[in-house]
């Protein structure tokens, strides 16, 4: 589809954001497990006094319906089971969304598990989508605690990442989880997830020009 470029930016897999969605192995529990994705295509207004968060837009490519970003939200309970892709209320169609690399070698190896179930999973999954989409509220509630809501998120990240990297990851990999191993890796991720929680309360508040 084409999209107005002077009105909006155009985020696809060049962006940072989801280049990083793409490239992230612990990424694979969100998506795969709970089910949490990002559109391949994401639209951001240029202009307005707006944060980002109200700035972004999801367009539907087989109806043209442009979704306010907070449909797909923790807010409305849609952020998560979106394994197909993100619901168009308007059409009834999926919004394709980008697939982590890590997640793609899982399916590809374990298709043969599942493959045999693979249309009749996504049919009941399209099925509920309708019911989950009934009270949607496009209010966007007012910010609170804005501080400890960025600590909250980026050390639960943190410990997110920690988990996986530092203990999961190696155990596949049949690799020693050692006691100097566990202590670098935690102030290590500690930090990382402060810095990814105060990035994203940058990023979530910046105003459009």
């Given at each position: 589809?084409n999209?107005?470029k002077?009105k909006?930016?155009?985020?696809?897999?060049?962006?940072p954001?989801?280049?990083?969605?793409?490239?992230?192995?612990?990424?694979?529990?969100?998506e795969?497990?709970?089910?949490?994705?990002?559109?391949?295509?994401?639209?951001i207004?240029?202009?307005?006094?707006?944060?980002?968060y109200?700035r972004?837009?999801?367009?539907c490519?087989h109806?043209?319906?442009?979704?306010?970003g907070?449909k797909?939200?923790?807010q409305?309970?849609?952020?998560?089971?979106?394994?197909y892709?993100?619901?168009c209320?308007?059409?009834?169609?999926?919004?394709?969304?980008?697939?982590?690399?890590?997640?793609?070698?899982v399916?590809?190896?374990?298709?043969p598990i599942?493959?045999?179930?693979?249309?009749?999973?996504?049919?009941?999954?399209?099925d509920?989508?309708?019911?989950?989409y009934?009270?949607?509220?496009l209010?966007?509630?007012?910010?609170?605690?804005?501080?400890?809501n960025?600590?909250?998120?980026?050390?639960?990240?943190?410990?997110f990442?920690f988990v996986?990297?530092?203990?999961?990851?190696?155990l596949?990999e049949?690799?020693?989880v050692t006691?100097?191993?566990?202590?670098?890796?935690?102030?290590?991720?500690?930090?990382?997830?402060?810095?990814w929680?105060?990035?994203m309360?940058?990023?979530m508040?910046?105003?459009?020009?």
């Amino acid at each position: 589809m084409n999209y107005d470029k002077q009105k909006y930016k155009v985020w696809n897999w060049k962006s940072p954001v989801i280049l990083h969605w793409i490239i992230n192995p612990g990424l694979v529990v969100n998506e795969l497990i709970l089910g949490q994705t990002i559109p391949k295509v994401m639209l951001i207004e240029r202009t307005g006094k707006k944060p980002f968060y109200q700035r972004s837009l999801v367009p539907c490519p087989h109806c043209g319906e442009l979704h306010l970003g907070v449909k797909y939200s923790v807010q409305n309970k849609t952020a998560l089971k979106n394994w197909y892709g993100f619901y168009c209320d308007n059409c009834s169609k999926i919004i394709p969304v980008q697939r982590n690399l890590t997640s793609m070698i899982v399916l590809a190896l374990t298709f043969p598990i599942w493959g045999w179930f693979h249309k009749t999973l996504k049919q009941n999954w399209l099925d509920k989508q309708a019911d989950r989409y009934k009270s949607i509220n496009l209010e966007i509630p007012e910010k609170k605690n804005s501080t400890k809501n960025w600590l909250k998120k980026g050390v639960l990240f943190g410990v997110f990442m920690f988990v996986i990297m530092q203990i999961i990851f190696p155990l596949i990999e049949k690799e020693e989880v050692t006691q100097k191993s566990i202590l670098i890796g935690i102030p290590v991720w500690l930090i990382t997830g402060l810095g990814w929680g105060l990035t994203m309360k940058w990023w979530m508040n910046k105003k459009g020009k």
